[in-house]
Nanobody
Framework: QVQLVESGGGLVQAGGSLRLSCAAS????????MAWFRQAPGKECEFVAA????????DTVDSVKGRFTISRDSAKNTVNLQMNSLKPEDTAVYYC?????????????????WGQGTQVTVSL
C-alpha cells in the first residue's frame, strides 16, 4: 500500500512560482509512475504531468508545458512539480498520484494511489 502526502501549495501572484512536493511511502518508489493532477472548482480532474519510475521519461500537458517541470528524487522518495509563470487559471487543488506498471498514462482512472491534495491559488 502506497501512501502519498503533498506539500508546498499556497497563494501566489500571477507570474510567480511554487514548488509542490509529494512524499511517498509504503512501496518500492522506483516501480511506480508518479503524476500530478489538478481539479479546479466545478471542473473535472485534469492531468498535469507524469514521470516514469526511473525519471527518464516525462509527459506534460500542453497548457503547462514550458512553465511546469516534474522531477523525482529516488533518494528521498519524492516527486516534485516546479511551477513557474503561474496564471490565475492554474488555480486548483493539486493531487499526487501513483500507478504501476511503469507506463506513462494521462487518465485519472489509471492511477491507483492518491494523495489528499494541496491547494494552489494564483491571484491577479
Amino acid at each position: 500500500q502506497v501512501q502519498l502526502v503533498e506539500s508546498g501549495g499556497g497563494l501566489v501572484q500571477a507570474g510567480g512560482s511554487l514548488r509542490l512536493s509529494c512524499a511517498a511511502s509504503g512501496g518500492t518508489f522506483s516501480r511506480y509512475v508518479m503524476a500530478w493532477f489538478r481539479q479546479a472548482p466545478g471542473k473535472e480532474c485534469e492531468f498535469v504531468a507524469a514521470i516514469s519510475g526511473s525519471g527518464g521519461s516525462t509527459d506534460t500537458v500542453d497548457s503547462v508545458k514550458g512553465r511546469f517541470t516534474i522531477s523525482r528524487d529516488s533518494a528521498k522518495n519524492t516527486v516534485n512539480l516546479q511551477m513557474n509563470s503561474l496564471k490565475p487559471e492554474d488555480t486548483a487543488v493539486y493531487y499526487c498520484a501513483a500507478r504501476w506498471p511503469n507506463l506513462l498514462r494521462r487518465g485519472s482512472s489509471e492511477y491507483e494511489y492518491w494523495g489528499q491534495g494541496t491547494q494552489v491559488t494564483v491571484s491577479l
